[in-house]
């Protein structure tokens, strides 16, 4: 992970942590810190327990089970190269499917940021 993603990535997480008491805007920080993440083994898994933490917070017992899933799984995923890119990390979203990976992020993952 290169020192600007690394940097967009702990910012996110930063920014989840700030938004507190607003789940709401927790939540978006960590789906993209989850998006920059995802081809990283552990940054990917550190935002999957971020996410999971969040998730026992707002008591949604079915959001913390599928984030227990994705904490066995993310680190594999990503040494593997098997990840669904742009999947936000929620349990809505589905395990496997990829999805529309936001403009400013597809811009710092291509080193265009």
Do not use: K
């Not at 971020?50 to 599928?66: K, Y």
């Not at 990829?98 to 291509?110: C, E, K, T």
Request: charged letters at 20%.
């Amino acid at each position: 992970m290169s020192p600007v993603v690394r940097a967009a990535f702990e910012a996110e997480l930063a920014r989840a942590s700030a938004a507190s008491p607003d789940t709401a805007a927790m939540w978006t920080a960590l789906e993209r810190a989850h998006i920059i993440s995802q081809s990283w083994p552990w940054p990917h898994t550190r935002a999957h327990w971020h996410m999971f933490r969040l998730a026992v917070r707002c008591r949604d017992r079915s959001e913390a089970v599928g984030q227990v899933v994705r904490l066995l799984v993310a680190g594999v995923g990503s040494a593997t190269g098997r990840v669904p890119h742009g999947n936000t990390g929620r349990t809505r979203a589905g395990l496997f499917a990829p999805m529309p990976v936001p403009d400013d992020i597809r811009a710092l993952l291509s080193g265009g940021a």
